[in-house]
């Protein structure tokens, strides 16, 4: 998945958590810690790959079970220790809802699920996929470009119209949620 995609999917679901549990939207810092988390694996884990080498696809530690759920946990303790529980929520659902969504775009795109994607280090066979060797700039702006280059000639795959669809979805539900971030962003560019 793309970062805004990612970014979409953790945002609706936490909107949804959020209104289900506590009759509200969310706040901006909340929409931005899930925007933030939802970025971490790949923050993480694509460059340890694309230009150190050190993985060999984009899936490490970041994108595992192993490390996302004691995390996750960790994170949302700490929040509350210092009563910020509701960020701790938002980083855990935003980091979280990043693994699965890596699965359902290998089930669209391999055609079965590539759970070895999120068992670093115990996997049961290697990641699908290989290391890049353009490095993490030329690598993504390669992905990007058969992105933007699908789109462009109107044939876009079924993982493209999923997200599109997605991320269309949740520029809705955030706009009705108040766009929340918005106000923090702008305060913090026009405060210097």
Known sequence: MWP??????GYLVYSIVVHVLRGRSPTGREAMAVALASQFPDVVDKPLSWELGIV???YGAAHSVLFAVP???GAVYVAHV???GHLGAAFAIGYLCHLPGDL???YLNQGRVPIENVLWPARIADPV???PEGGFITTFQEYLSGYVGEILAGTPE??????FVTLTGCFVVWLLDGAPGVREVFGALTSH
């Open 82 to 84: 210092y009563d910020r």
């Open 104 to 106: 359902l775009l290998g």
């Open 71 to 73: 995390l996750s946990i």
């Open 56 to 58: 060999s696809t984009g």
């Open 158 to 163: 079924t993982a493209t119209l999923i997200g």
């Open 4 to 9: 805004w995609e990612h970014a979409a999917v």
């Open 129 to 131: 996929g290989e290391t």
